[in-house]
């Protein structure tokens, strides 16, 4: 198992290699004070709830639809927030409803996608050839961009252009390199490993493997409310039986749902990890991702500010920061609270974990401590959740 003990020792089975490469990187990465730290598979495997986690039985979920009618905060936010959005069958896609053809030339390639009644169809022409798909899936948001599955022969395929916002235009899908040489299957897309595919839907939406294996045609598009609360069947219909709810209330037992409210601080940052990446994660993985690319796993750079490492405290969970019901506040203003919670003069000796005040300024905290960083082939920016003193002649700290 890859449990990390409190001083970042990896023990179990890890292969030797990884175990002296990653025990040596993560002793010098964290303190001695840093929580048990575990990787998703391992959550996956062992807690009764985890998201992602793919053995529960398609019966037990009941859909985010079955939410409304209570709950109305949560509920509202949920055609409103990318996160929720994170997927969409190609079939109701909105994206291309506005513009109904975009095209793309990469030499000696061009590409279209084309609104129709179907859907929307993914051409790729060379040399007077053309071998076109009709899409399945659409992939994210479109915060930063949107990625295609399409299947032929039996295989998961992802496009290898996407649909980007800044510059709003196709482009090659990050991750994917452009090959001349490239017959058209090949140019067209990239075919996925069975289980590439099977964590690409686990992350962008819910109950696409379940007890009886992997089937995305059943899948829920975007992160629903049962990526994150877990299988809630048995909730739904104690809640909409009175009685039964009432007897709920007089022994206080559990709500048949999963309340991640109820998370210590480091399990709490974990679960967002589980597909954000956590510490353990990023830092044990065959392949890590070197330079910027790595701010995007907020979970593996917050845990490298002092800001938690001397305090694992509650203030410095994602939740603290983002309510994952609704859209990211984009005022840098607003998070100034959080932050003051610590670092104020009324915050005082007497608050738990304080930490200095600043001689700089007293407000747009995170625009100074954590910086944005753009990252090219991912045609966006990120916050760097890594939060620091950023002196201007220094590198990107790892
Ligand atoms: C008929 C109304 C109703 C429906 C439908 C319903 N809930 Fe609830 N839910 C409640 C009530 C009432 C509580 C508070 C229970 C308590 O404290 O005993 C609750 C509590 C919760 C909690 C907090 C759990 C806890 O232990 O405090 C979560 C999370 C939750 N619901 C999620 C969901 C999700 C997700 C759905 C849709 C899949 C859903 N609920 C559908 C009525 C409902
Ligand atoms: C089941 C996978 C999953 C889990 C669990 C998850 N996320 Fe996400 N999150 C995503 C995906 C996928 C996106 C990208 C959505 C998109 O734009 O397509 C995202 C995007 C976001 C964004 C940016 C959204 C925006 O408005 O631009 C924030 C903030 C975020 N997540 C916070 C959280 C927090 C906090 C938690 C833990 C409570 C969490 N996430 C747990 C998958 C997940
Ligand atoms: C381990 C979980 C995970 C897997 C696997 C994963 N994603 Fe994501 N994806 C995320 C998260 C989290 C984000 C949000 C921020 C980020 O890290 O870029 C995201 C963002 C995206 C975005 C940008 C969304 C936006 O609004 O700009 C696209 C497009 C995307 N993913 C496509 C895919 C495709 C296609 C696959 C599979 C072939 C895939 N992802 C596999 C977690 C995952
Ligand atoms: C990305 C993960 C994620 C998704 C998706 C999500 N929730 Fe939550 N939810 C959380 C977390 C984390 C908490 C605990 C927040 C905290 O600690 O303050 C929570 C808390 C709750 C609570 C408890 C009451 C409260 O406000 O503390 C309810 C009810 C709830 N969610 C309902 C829903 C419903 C309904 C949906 C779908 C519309 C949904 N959630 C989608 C992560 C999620
Ligand atoms: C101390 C506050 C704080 C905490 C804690 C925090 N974030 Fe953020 N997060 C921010 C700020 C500020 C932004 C940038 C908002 C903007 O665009 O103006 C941001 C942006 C994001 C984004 C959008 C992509 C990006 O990089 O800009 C994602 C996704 C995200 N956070 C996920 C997380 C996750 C997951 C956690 C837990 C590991 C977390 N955040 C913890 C403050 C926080
Ligand atoms: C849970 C309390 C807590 C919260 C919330 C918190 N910090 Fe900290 N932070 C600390 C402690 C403790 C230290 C270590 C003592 C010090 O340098 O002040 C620290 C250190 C720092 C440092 C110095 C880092 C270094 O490398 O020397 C900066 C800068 C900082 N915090 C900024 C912030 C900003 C900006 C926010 C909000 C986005 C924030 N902190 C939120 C507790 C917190
Ligand atoms: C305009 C940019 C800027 C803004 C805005 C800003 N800071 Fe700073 N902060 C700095 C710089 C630069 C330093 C390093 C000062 C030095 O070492 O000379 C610093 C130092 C710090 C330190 C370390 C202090 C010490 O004695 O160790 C903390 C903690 C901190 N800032 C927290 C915050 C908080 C909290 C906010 C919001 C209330 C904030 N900062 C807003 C630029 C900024």
């Known amino acids: 198992m890859k449990r990390l003990n409190k001083n970042g020792i990896g023990v179990g089975l890890l292969s030797l290699s990884c175990l002296l490469v990653c025990a040596a990187r993560l002793h010098s990465q964290q303190s001695g004070t840093a929580a048990i730290q575990a990787t998703t598979p391992e959550r996956v495997g062992t807690e009764p709830w985890w998201p992602t986690k793919s053995t529960v039985a398609l019966e037990a979920f009941a859909g985010s639809s079955s939410c409304s009618g209570?709950?109305?905060?949560?509920?509202?936010?949920?055609?409103?927030?990318?996160?929720q959005r994170a997927a969409e069958h190609a079939s109701e896609a909105r994206f291309l409803k506005v513009k109904p053809l975009i095209n793309f030339s990469s030499p000696p390639f061009s590409y279209s996608l084309t609104a129709n009644a179907a859907g929307i169809e993914y051409s790729v022409f060379a040399k007077g050839h053309r071998l076109s798909r009709n899409l399945d899936w659409v992939m994210g948001a479109g915060e930063l961009g949107r990625t295609f599955l399409y299947q032929m022969d039996g295989h998961w395929f992802q496009s290898r252009i996407s649909a980007y916002a800044d510059p709003a235009a196709l482009d090659?899908?990050?991750g994917l390199s452009r090959n001349s040489s490239a017959d058209l299957i090949a140019a067209l897309g990239e075919r996925?490993?069975?289980?590439?595919?099977?964590r690409c839907f686990s992350c962008h939406t819910v109950h696409s493997t379940t007890v009886t294996g992997f089937n995305p045609l059943h899948a829920e598009p975007g992160i629903g409310c049962e990526a994150c609360h877990g299988p809630a069947r048995k909730h739904v219909s104690a809640m909409r039986?009175?009685?039964?709810?009432s007897a709920k209330d007089a022994q206080e037992s559990d709500t048949d749902i999963f309340d991640p409210a109820k998370?210590?601080?480091s399990d709490s940052i974990d679960f967002c990890g589980s597909c954000?990446?956590?510490?353990?994660?990023?830092?044990?993985?065959?392949?890590?991702?070197?330079g910027t690319a790595v701010v995007r796993f907020q979970p593996y750079r917050l845990e490298e500010s002092r800001c938690w490492r001397e305090t694992l405290d509650a203030r410095m969970t994602c939740v603290a920061c983002h309510n994952p019901h609704k859209p990211l506040n984009r005022d840098a203003t607003s998070y100034d609270k959080n932050c003051l919670q610590c670092h104020s003069a009324t915050s005082g000796e007497h608050a738990q974990h304080a930490g200095n005040l600043c001689p700089k300024a007293k407000s747009q905290c995170v625009a100074c401590h954590m910086p944005k960083v753009f990252i090219a082939s991912m045609h966006?920016?990120?916050?760097?959740?890594?939060?620091?003193?950023v002196r201007p002649d220094e590198g990107f700290p790892q």
């Open 241 to 245: 039986e009175p009685a039964m709810h």
């Open 276 to 290: 954000h990446r956590t510490f353990a994660d990023v830092v044990l993985s065959a392949g890590q991702s070197t």
């Open 380 to 389: 966006g920016t990120f916050t760097d959740h890594f939060i620091r003193i």
């Open 172 to 174: 090659l899908t990050t």
């Open 70 to 83: 209570c709950h109305a905060e949560a509920v509202a936010g949920r055609l409103i927030t990318p996160m």
């Open 263 to 265: 998370l210590s601080p």
């Open 192 to 198: 996925l490993s069975p289980e590439d595919a099977r």
